[in-house]
């Protein structure tokens, strides 16, 4: 007779492994998270700087409150 084929002995082999494999899902989803986050940082370090804003003349100094 092979017991390894019976509901109870399956039942008992999964829960046993489940713990390993919560453990090792939760390790995938932190690395995907960290590289997601190393991705983030890099666009963000990508950007431009803003330009500067207009501090003479008449052009961008001046606030037309009529409008």
């Known amino acids: 007779m092979n ?3 019976t509901p109870a002995v399956q039942g ?5 492994q ?3 494999s919560d ?4 390790l995938v989803l932190k690395k995907a ?3 997601q986050a ?9 950007l ?7 501090t003479e003349g ?4 001046q606030v037309n409150t009529f409008a």
């Open 3 to 5: 017991i390894s084929s």
């Open 12 to 16: 008992a082999t999964a829960a046993a």
């Open 18 to 20: 489940a713990p390993t």
């Open 23 to 26: 453990n090792l899902n939760i």
């Open 33 to 35: 998270l960290d590289a």
């Open 38 to 46: 190393a991705s983030a940082a890099a666009l963000i370090q990508a």
């Open 48 to 54: 431009p700087e803003p330009p500067a804003l207009a």
């Open 58 to 61: 008449s052009l961008g100094t």
